[in-house]
């Protein structure tokens, strides 16, 4: 059973940073995919980073790439997601998604129904 815990969530000035963080349990390893995602109520939920977690390749939307970084810590199963120069319209819940075993491809990663698990979200607030 997958369990994705997120956090570090919070409020920031525009221009500053974050730091989300989001641990893993349940048999995600190097075979594994995870991905972080946002999403304003009401509104679909936007693909932001995607990582196999065993070559490390990453994938990034265009509306984040240069800004965010996503990185892993094997040891505590954990991936975080660097917000930097962070803007208004970053304000968003922001969700980790994962499946156990798959490799994602530029076509795929941005797809929200080929992720299987999801975390309960944490709140990034740009003011």
């Known amino acids: 059973h997958v369990q994705l815990v997120e956090s570090g969530g919070g409020s920031v000035q525009a221009g500053g940073s974050l730091r989300l963080s989001c641990a893993a349990s349940g048999g995600i390893d190097s075979r594994s995919c995870m991905g972080w995602f946002r999403q304003n109520p009401g509104k679909e939920r936007e693909a932001i980073a995607g990582m196999n977690l065993g070559s490390e390749e990453s994938f990034y939307a265009d509306s984040v790439k240069g800004r965010f970084i996503m990185s892993r810590d094997n040891a505590k199963n954990t991936v975080y997601l660097q917000m930097n120069s962070l803007k208004l319209e970053d304000t968003r819940m922001y969700y980790c998604?994962?499946?156990?075993?798959?490799?994602?491809?530029?076509?795929?990663?941005?797809?929200?129904?080929?992720?299987?698990?999801w975390g309960q979200g944490t709140q990034v607030t740009v003011s």
């Open positions: 998604a994962a499946n156990r075993r798959c490799s994602l491809g530029e076509r795929d990663w941005s797809r929200s129904s080929i992720w299987m698990y």
